[in-house]
Nanobody, 114 residues
Framework: VQLQASGGGLVQAGGSLRLSCSAS????????MAWYRQAPGKQRELVAA???????KYVDSVKGRFTISRDNAKNTVYLQMNSLRPDDTAVYYC?????????WGKGTQVTVSS
């Protein structure tokens, strides 16, 4: 599986961005998909995950602001980010998992100015 993330950029606090991650390979619908982020000097953290069975989870800091979704027909997972805050600034990474296999896409930078 190859992952290609896009949609990052610079936005003012309170603004919105939508990240997209397109996946190659024909097992996308069976993959668990997730977005992680890594801010400077911090560890990479799970932001949101959507599992092949439909279960969704979010890190507490983004609940109510971010929405993860997937379009299996397009092999794409999205992260809609609203009410962005400066502490959301990070490189965001798309992740796919299938049993004991895991793939990462190149990150996309999200910068939120105050």
């Amino acid at each position: 599986v190859q992952l290609q993330a896009s949609g990052g950029g610079l936005v003012q606090a309170g603004g919105s961005l939508r990240l997209s991650c397109s996946a190659s390979g024909n097992i996308f619908s069976n993959n668990d998909m997730a977005w992680y982020r890594q801010a400077p000097g911090k560890q990479r953290e799970l932001v949101a995950a959507i599992y092949s069975g439909g279960f969704i989870k979010y890190v507490d800091s983004v609940k109510g602001r971010f929405t993860i979704s997937r379009d299996n027909a397009k092999n794409t997972v999205y992260l809609q980010m609203n009410s962005l805050r400066p502490d959301d600034t990070a490189v965001y990474y798309c992740n796919a998992a299938y049993y004991d296999m895991m793939w990462w896409g190149k990150g996309t930078q999200v910068t939120v100015s105050s």
